[in-house]
């Protein structure tokens, strides 16, 4: 059995990380390579930061967090945020990200996903889907969760991994900053559907909801973000719990 991995995801805003519920409200979290250096040396397995407002801004600046991060954290670390070419990829991946992740680029022009797999290799492509449940479905949304693609969210993962994802990053926006635990019965089937990595987020409020996505489905990794931001929950503490209920972790 692979060992699972805890991962924090920093929402960068204007250079600063920031949380939210249900991707609304946001708050003020703190700077995200003092985060991210504190997180390196307390037991994360990886890190993610996606920059919520790239998009919409130069990407320069987001460039330049990424350099100061690789000389700052020894853990491996994806970006995302605003990704739309193969240069975009390039730029963040040869200032120092391991991996970079696309999301509504991906469903705008899935042939994004073969070009970025095919120069860098699958291994530095995460592609996120946000996922929201409308009446008996679970759909794919872009834009920041503002937008339905009217895309059922099991047939996305089934194209993208096709495609030449190498990753998933599965975000439920029902759950999202709910803390009342992950979506796991679409996340396990998601996670059934594909033979590559599948990481779990929205929703973590303790260490029993990692427990739960652990042992009730096939995903390879856990990510939350208030929970460790505002210490809820401390990394090497939720690894303790985990060892005891006998997950394998790293």
């Given at each position: 059995m692979l060992k699972k991995r805890i991962i924090p995801c920093l929402d960068i805003k204007d250079g600063r990380v920031v949380k939210g519920v249900q991707f609304l409200e946001l708050k003020d979290a703190g700077n995200p390579v003092e985060l991210a250096s504190f997180y390196s040396k307390n037991g994360a397995d990886e890190l993610v930061f996606l920059d919520?407002?790239?998009?919409?801004?130069?990407?320069?600046?987001?460039?330049?967090m990424v350099?100061?991060?690789?000389k700052e954290i020894n853990i491996p670390f994806t970006?995302?945020?605003g990704i739309q070419s193969v240069d975009d990829a390039r730029l963040l991946l040869q200032s120092g990200a391991d991996k970079v992740s696309i999301n509504s680029a991906a469903?705008?022009?899935?042939?994004?996903?073969?070009?970025?797999?095919?120069?860098f290799g699958s291994q530095s492509l995460v592609v996120a889907i946000d996922i929201k449940k409308v009446e008996n479905d679970w759909f794919v949304f872009i834009k920041g969760g503002t937008e339905s693609t009217g895309i059922l969210a099991i047939d996305w993962a089934k194209k993208v991994e096709k495609l030449g994802a190498g990753e998933l990053l599965?975000?439920?926006m029902n759950n999202d900053g709910s803390k009342n635990g992950?979506?796991?019965e679409i996340t396990n089937e998601i996670s059934k559907a594909v033979s590559i990595p599948v990481i779990a987020s929205g929703g973590a409020g303790n260490s029993q909801h990692f427990i739960d996505l652990f042992t009730k489905t096939e995903v390879s990794a856990g990510l939350a973000a208030s929970i460790f931001h505002f210490n809820?929950?401390?990394?090497?503490?939720?690894?303790?719990?985990?060892?005891?209920?006998n997950i394998p972790i790293r």
């Open positions: 919520i407002s790239a998009t919409l801004e130069k990407r320069k600046t987001l460039a330049e350099t100061q991060l690789s970006v995302g945020g469903v705008l022009n899935p042939e994004l996903i073969t070009q970025i797999s095919d120069a599965i975000t439920s992950f979506a796991l809820e929950v401390p990394i090497s503490e939720l690894k303790n719990i985990l060892k005891t209920q």
